[in-house]
């Protein structure tokens, strides 16, 4: 089945040290997402790529890094992990168009909860 | 500014009632909804969507929306409750004034079924 994976489900890291997290997708879509939910907050969007294209959120933090260096794939580095970093981490995909809005829905994936110790 | 609201943080509903969560949206240009559901360590998982056409959605396991554009309001239902439809329910929209690929997401509603 295609799908959206994510590894590792879960992640302990220590204050400051570097952790990267992973995606990949069979779905062949050309949009994803990296999006930081905490405690049944809503999901919130740190950047996306539009293909090659790196979108990232104005209040998105210096501390997070993104690269895709294939369609496939797709990884989250927090480059100093703090205490207020621990949450869940969402990836998701969806066939965007260029004709505007994401009327195509979004398929995440199950996350990655990080704990910063 | 481009806005989602879910007015209540949690519904309680007895299992084989009927179940409404609420969204309502403030965006520019005519918007592109979506209603999503969440179990516990789960990711997030596409219920339906609204883009155009009839009001009425029908979408997964027996849930459905209603588009109501002169309230600005794309409420979720579903004639008859399941224990198992207890989650998270994020609603979000995309303008079709934005050109880009986002959602704005509500806060959530979590939804309880009692047996």
């Known amino acids: 089945d295609a799908m959206v994976i994510q590894n590792p489900r879960y992640q302990v890291t220590q204050f400051g040290k570097p952790v990267t997290l992973s995606c990949s997708q069979t779905l062949n879509h050309n949009v994803m997402y990296w999006y930081q939910q905490k405690s049944s907050q809503a999901p919130k969007l740190l950047f996306h790529?539009?293909?090659?294209?790196?979108?990232n959120e104005a209040d998105t933090p210096d501390n997070f890094q993104s690269r895709r260096p294939n369609t496939s794939f797709c990884f989250l580095d927090i480059r100093s992990p703090g205490l207020g970093d621990a949450a869940m981490y969402l990836c998701?995909?969806?066939?965007?168009?260029?004709?505007?809005?994401?009327?195509?829905?979004?398929?995440f994936g199950p996350g990655t909860r990080l704990t910063v110790l | 500014a481009q806005s989602v609201a879910q007015p209540e943080d949690q519904v309680n509903v007895a299992e084989g009632n009927p179940l409404t969560v609420k969204c309502t949206y403030s965006?520019?240009?005519?918007?592109?909804l979506f209603w999503y559901v969440q179990y516990p360590n789960r990711g997030l998982q596409f219920l339906l969507k609204y883009i155009t056409g009839d009001n009425l959605v029908k979408g997964s396991y027996g849930f459905e929306a209603e588009f109501n554009k002169s309230q600005t309001s794309f409420h979720l239902k579903k004639p008859s409750a399941l224990v198992s439809d207890s989650a998270l329910y994020f609603c979000a929209v995309s303008p079709t004034s934005y050109n880009t690929d986002k959602l704005i997401f509500g806060t959530g509603t979590r939804l309880q079924v009692f047996p």
């Open positions: 965006v520019s240009g005519n918007p592109y």
């Open positions: 790529y539009y293909d090659k294209d790196f979108n």
């Open positions: 998701a995909t969806s066939r965007g168009d260029s004709s505007g809005g994401p009327y195509n829905e979004q398929f």
